[in-house]
């Protein structure tokens, strides 16, 4: 019995034992487990895809790493077109940020023998950087940015087809947008997106202006009916004609894009008629009532265009739309607009041979000797030059400073200086005007000057020459 007793107390030191053991095995196993996945993921742990059971944060980012490193963006381009961009092309590399770690923290560690029967799946943002410079030069090498391969945008644009203008569509071309190009791919890199269609993002360039565009439309319309305008300048025997050989070539823009007729190039026109048809001031080439040619500078008779009202006036002209035969806007007018304004009624006055000559449609109707201003005493002589007949007044009272004359007839033609008739004297012509002269005024007989009163008209043409 007693050694049966001893067998028994044997056996259960044996089994304490056994049990002691084992707890402390258990113990040592959980302690151990805490341990180990305090630095280490539980079992059937997934971080973005990958099996990362029992790996450490910095094995779990090696792999992380090695992914990127595989890592291949493909770049859609227009017209079904693509083309690739590498991680090895750009320096693109995983950046640790902490997260691993932060998750192997928080996971729970002290009941890691129940991870075992299941699965915890994370998905964490990678952080990721590339090389600025490489990715610059990726881009660049791609084969939709070559120069040779790309064909720029261009607007819908008006053109002129010869007899009309029409609009010309747009070319949308494959132009990218360089900065936005790059801005889209890194950005699509970074976010770790296996494609990216650059059309969908907008990297192409596009026009501005389309053939649909309603005031392109409203501007080439506008064009067409202004260009099948005739302007027609009536010149006397001489004529300039505005159509559309001109007008296509005056269009302009104002600053809402509608088309105008550009003013400056209006102007241009009209100076340059003025150029050639004002004749105010000019040397005219006359010839006497003796057939002579004699060379007539100065006065004040003559056409000169009112540019600045003209301009106005051709382009209001234009715009009406209606063809039509048109004198410009004078300044000053003469009395014939031929090529010889001085045309066939005038007074020619000769103060070398002391002789007017009133011409009226090419008839002298008045003939006759006169006395002039002596060209010897200062202030007296008469002046020479082509002048308009400024007015026509009778009777008259004629002033200066130590004289006072009155006439019947008095018309004046270069300011205080004038045809009238002289009570005062008997005799004309010969060289009375070297010593009897007026004070520069063209005195003629009463009679004479009573006939002349009678034809001239305020307008016509005083040739005066020696």
């Not at 035969?325 to 009624?345: C, F, K, M, Q």
């Not at 009897?436 to 007989?445: F, I, L, Q, R, W």
Request: glycine share 8%; charged share 20%.
């Amino acid at each position: 019995m007693a050694k049966n007793k001893e067998k028994a107390g044997a056996g259960r030191t044996i089994v304490i034992l056994l049990v002691v053991l084992l707890l402390l095995l258990t113990a040592g196993a959980y302690g151990y487990g805490v341990y180990y996945f305090s630095s280490h993921f539980l079992p059937g742990s997934m971080v973005n895809g990958f099996n990362c059971s029992y790996m450490a944060s910095e094995d779990t980012e090696d792999l992380l790493n090695q992914r990127v490193g595989a890592y291949v963006l493909a770049v859609e381009t227009m017209k079904n077109g693509q083309e690739a961009i590498s991680a090895q092309d750009v320096g693109l590399s995983y950046v640790s940020t902490g997260i691993v770690k932060q998750l192997i923290k928080d996971q729970d560690r002290f009941t890691w023998f129940l991870a075992f029967n299941q699965d915890k799946n994370y998905d964490i943002s990678e952080s990721l950087s590339y090389n600025v410079e490489l990715m610059g030069q990726a881009v660049d090498n791609l084969k939709c940015m070559q120069p040779e391969n790309v064909v720029q945008p261009v607007d819908a644009q008006i053109q002129d087809t010869g007899d009309t203008f029409e609009i010309i569509p747009e070319v949308m071309g494959n132009a990218l947008d360089r900065t936005k190009t790059e801005e889209v791919i890194s950005a699509a890199m970074l976010r770790g997106k296996t494609s990216v269609n650059l059309e969908n993002e907008s990297c192409y360039r596009k026009p501005s202006v389309y053939s649909t565009d309603e005031q392109l439309k409203a501007n080439c319309e506008k064009m067409n009916q202004l260009v099948k305008v005739i302007i027609t300048y009536d010149f006397a025997d001489r004529t300039e004609t505005v159509d559309c050989t001109l007008i296509k070539n005056w269009f302009g823009y104002n600053e809402d894009g509608n088309v105008i007729l550009d003013e400056n190039l209006v102007r241009q026109y009209v100076a340059d008629l003025g150029l050639k048809y004002d004749t105010m001031g000019q040397t005219r080439t006359f010839l006497t009532y003796d057939n002579r040619q004699v060379e007539i500078k100065g006065g004040d008779y003559g056409w000169v265009i009112d540019q600045d009202e003209e301009v106005k006036a051709l382009i209001a002209a234009i715009e009406s739309g209606v063809t039509q035969v048109r004198e410009p806007v004078y300044l000053y007018s003469g009395y014939s607009r031929g090529t010889n304004d001085i045309g066939s009624t005038y007074v020619e006055i000769d103060l070398t041979n002391q002789r007017l000559v009133f011409y009226q449609k090419g008839t002298p109707i008045v003939d006759t000797p006169i006395v002039s201003g002596n060209p010897d005493i200062e202030g007296c002589g008469t002046p020479t030059g082509c002048y308009a007949l400024d007015a026509k007044e009778s009777p008259a009272v004629l002033t200066g400073e130590d004289y006072e004359a009155n006439v019947t007839y008095w018309m004046p033609f270069a300011g205080n200086v004038g045809i009238h008739d002289a009570s005062w004297r008997s005799e004309f012509g010969g060289n009375l005007y070297l010593w009897e002269g007026s004070h520069g005024c063209v005195n003629v007989p009463y009679d004479k000057a009573a006939e002349i009163y009678a034809n001239i008209e305020v307008g016509m043409p005083v040739v005066v020459y020696e």
